[in-house]
């Protein structure tokens, strides 16, 4: 069996790539401490991929320093390189990541600040109107991805 499941921080922001089949890749760094005895901490460091539309999700909702848990395989790869030289890179392909920390700071900002430009443009009257309208959630089947309108 194939398993792993670490938590830790992110060391660096994720960088997200469409690669030309129309899959979206994301690959970030996590640090996990282990405890040596005697209060020493000993840090390890984690390279981390994910595909598809995790991809997106970890691209858009995680940043460094983040607190995580992580779900996958170890996965090695091989390549040689122009030299000849023969590298090997070994990574966690994420079957799932969960947030232990919430969201970046700058997510936050831009929403409240989103929240702020709606409601000092929409005029008193709309805003009551308007609400009633608003209670009811959009559906969407489970199969389907979920619409950006709907996920922010």
Known sequence: MNKVLIAG?????????????????????VATTEYAGNGKERPEYHN?????????????YLGKGQQVAIEGRIQTRTWDDEKGLRHWKTEIVATSVEMLSGRKKKDYAAES????????????????????ADEEEPSVPADEPIPEAIAA
């Open 48 to 60: 981390i991929v994910t595909w598809d539309r995790l991809a997106e999700v970890c691209g858009r």
């Open 113 to 132: 600040s989103a929240e702020l430009l709606e409601a000092a443009a929409a005029p008193a009257g709309d805003a009551e109107a308007g609400s009633a």
């Open 9 to 29: 921080r992110l060391t660096r922001d994720p960088e997200m790539r469409a690669l030309a089949s129309g899959k979206h890749v994301t690959q970030f760094s």
